[in-house]
């Protein structure tokens, strides 16, 4: 039985769907049968970052509404056998998402996947709402900028009282990912240090992306970061990210330069 996890935030713009696309990756090359599901309905952009945009045939809405199986839709990535995605819509509206019909796809990638990776669209609308609906876990996405912190923790309040979880009484395992951090403009007071960012939000600390233009490279080439350049420091952070979510103890850190090096931001360590 497989974990799900949604990749959510308030704002938009933070860099939910390349998290999304570089934790499923890095989860994958570690040995992990991964699934990523597009909730974005109509706006969709995970199958761009995925560089699978001219294979999709169904998607989310046609497996929903019963038009297709979740096996026709799903599309496997030609760089890692244990990768796959379930792209959105981008011509149906997001009311033909249904509860009943999430739940039941969610239940059928849950058992054949180890990892149901939901990237939601932002904001606290229905498509959001139904991206976290059967959530284990959730990955809050913020930059390091006041409204962005603002509106996650929003989204914070809705996943400990809008999820099926929340319904029964349970907690979803929630974890902060940090991205677009500058360590100089943080040092500058040009944005929040991630100790504000963590003593405003409460929540575990994930990991931290910095501030890459390999990120923006390898969306434009169709693909997730730690696949096209999983030397660079952005994937490197998401490798990290990913070992914590599977439980092991791993520091945070952030790389400083383009040559990697390292410098410790915290002595602890995150789970």
């Not at 704002?11 to 599901?37: D, F, H, Q, W, Y």
């Not at 509206?93 to 939601?120: H, M, P, Q, Y």
């Not at 693909?223 to 490798?239: C, I």
Request: glycine letters at 8%.
């Amino acid at each position: 039985m497989g974990k799900v996890l949604v990749v959510t935030s308030g704002k938009g713009g933070v860099g939910k769907t390349t998290s999304t696309a570089a934790l499923g990756a890095a989860l994958a090359r570690s040995g992990e049968n991964v699934v990523v599901i597009d909730f974005d309905v109509g706006l969709r952009n995970l199958d761009l970052v995925m560089g699978a945009e001219r294979r999709v045939v169904f998607d989310l809405i046609n497996v929903v509404q019963g038009d297709a199986k979740l096996a026709q839709a799903l599309i496997r990535d030609k760089r890692i056998d244990t990768l796959s995605l379930l792209p959105a819509s981008q011509t149906r509206d997001k009311d033909a998402l249904t509860n009943e019909g999430v739940d039941k796809v969610v239940a059928e990638a849950r058992e054949k996947f180890d990892w149901v990776i939901c990237d939601s669209p932002a904001g606290i609308e229905r498509g959001a709402l139904l991206a976290m609906r059967n959530a284990d876990v959730a990955i809050v996405v913020t930059n390091p900028e006041v409204s962005s912190v603002r509106d996650s923790d929003r989204i914070i309040g809705m996943l400990d009282s809008k999820t099926l979880k929340a319904e029964r009484s349970e907690q979803v395992e929630k974890h902060l990912l940090v991205t677009r951090y500058d360590p100089n403009r943080a040092t500058r007071n040009e944005m929040l240090k991630v100790d504000d960012v963590l003593e405003i939000l409460s929540i575990p600390l994930l990991g931290i992306i910095p501030e890459s233009e390999e990120v923006l490279r390898a969306s434009n080439m169709g693909s997730p970061v730690t696949l096209n350049n999983p030397d660079s420091a952005p994937a490197r952070a998401y490798f990290d990210a990913a070992r914590r979510l599977k439980g092991e103890e791993v520091d945070v850190v952030v790389p400083l330069d383009r040559k990697g090096l390292i410098g410790r931001l915290f002595g602890r360590r995150v789970a």
